[in-house]
């Protein structure tokens, strides 16, 4: 699997790095490898470069998505430690945290779940999920990254509990690297086949960018990353590009890779945030009737609905060749349109 050609000079040092990744503790939750596609009606539509999609909304936990990549190395850390619970935060309709509690009942782990907002009347997409996988719900008003875990860890804690935390979004180093495993997978779909020059995906929290940053790199691939920003809030109060770095370095240094990021290896795009987070507009609702009508497959109204609005904006605008390829990387956020229906339609 990891045999890619490596054209970097610092071929011993790649192969070092790689050695220490296979190490890492990984609990399999994902079928992988996730299906690669190409998109030939939508290709069609706008007359311009070839498209692919790589589909990590079918990663199946859970209905998939992204998150799951994560969560196997993070819950192969839970059970190093031997964690009797698990705890993250997210939204109200956090993909994120439905993925977590789907991994915490497939490892017979209780399951925490920080979630912004207050109850609403009736539980819809992925809170109605959460619920059904048995999660525990902390309502905690304007607070959607985690920024009360430490109280709910102290009181899990007084009660005898070993709760496991996992940050916003899954993304620190050990989350991170389920993405430095994806580019290994595309590297193996891909090899010989199809010839990347640019690859897409919604960014948020910034571990999905991070993995992928060091992937390539460990890979000494070429293609450009575009991460789209979905979210104009800081995160930990920084930018969402340089936590993004940071993360990166965070990853290279854990698998011993001397290979140092700065802000100028980060591609972010910042100009389809529209009203900030989880608001639909005009750019989400039409990439998602696009790809629904086109190709039958559904993307979401908070990520993939805005990063392929941007990917598709830029197309338009004639950013790429006709013999260039690009990859759209799906990850996920299905269920939560069942609880933006009256936006959509
Ligand atoms: C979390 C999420 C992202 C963003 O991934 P990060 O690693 O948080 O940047 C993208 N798409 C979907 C559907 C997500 O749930």
Not at 88 to 97: I, K, R, V
Not at 249 to 257: D, G, K
Not at 287 to 297: K, N, Q, S, T, W
Request: proline share 4%; hydrophobic share 40%.
């Amino acid at each position: 699997m990891l045999s890619a050609p490596l054209t970097f000079t610092g071929r011993e040092m790649m192969n070092h790095a790689v050695q220490q990744f296979e190490r890492l503790a990984r609990v399999p939750l994902a079928y992988l490898p996730t299906p690669l596609v190409r998109l030939t009606r939508l290709e069609t539509l706008f007359g311009g470069p070839r498209i692919f999609m790589k589909r990590d909304d079918q990663t199946g936990l859970g209905f998939g998505g992204n998150k799951t990549r994560k969560l196997e190395y993070l819950l192969g850390d839970a059970t190093r430690l031997k964690a009797d619970c698990l705890i993250t935060a997210g939204a109200a309709q956090s993909n994120h945290c439905r993925q977590t509690a789907a991994a915490a009942a497939a490892s017979g782990l209780g399951c925490h779940l920080a979630l912004g907002g207050t109850p609403p009347p009736q539980p819809e997409g992925n809170l109605l999920l959460d619920l059904l996988f048995g999660a525990h719900i902390h309502w905690s008003q304007e607070k959607r990254k985690g920024e009360n875990i430490p109280e709910i860890v102290k009181v899990l804690r007084s009660a005898g509990k070993h709760p496991y935390i996992i940050p916003y979004g899954g993304s620190n180093h050990i989350g991170a690297m389920g993405y430095v495993a994806a580019m290994f997978e595309l590297e193996d779909q891909s090899r010989g086949e199809i010839e990347i020059d640019h690859i897409f995906f919604a960014s948020s929290s910034g571990g999905t960018h991070a993995g992928m940053m060091v992937g390539k790199e460990m890979l000494g691939k070429n293609y450009q990353l575009h991460g789209v920003n979905i979210d104009k809030d800081e995160i930990y109060s920084m930018e969402l590009e340089e936590y993004i770095v940071k993360l990166a370095n965070e990853v290279a240094t854990s698998l011993e890779f001397s290979r140092f990021f700065t802000p100028d290896d980060v591609l972010l795009h910042e100009q389809y945030l529209g009203e900030g987070y989880g608001v639909v507009g005009a750019l989400e609702r039409e990439a998602i009737a696009h790809l629904a009508r086109r190709e039958g497959i559904l993307l979401d109204p908070v990520y993939t609905g805005r990063a392929m609005g941007g990917m598709l904006d830029l197309v338009k605008k004639g950013h790429f060749n006709r013999d260039e390829t690009l990859l759209f990387w799906h990850t996920g956020g299905g269920p939560a349109l069942f609880a933006y229906g009256n936006e959509l339609v």
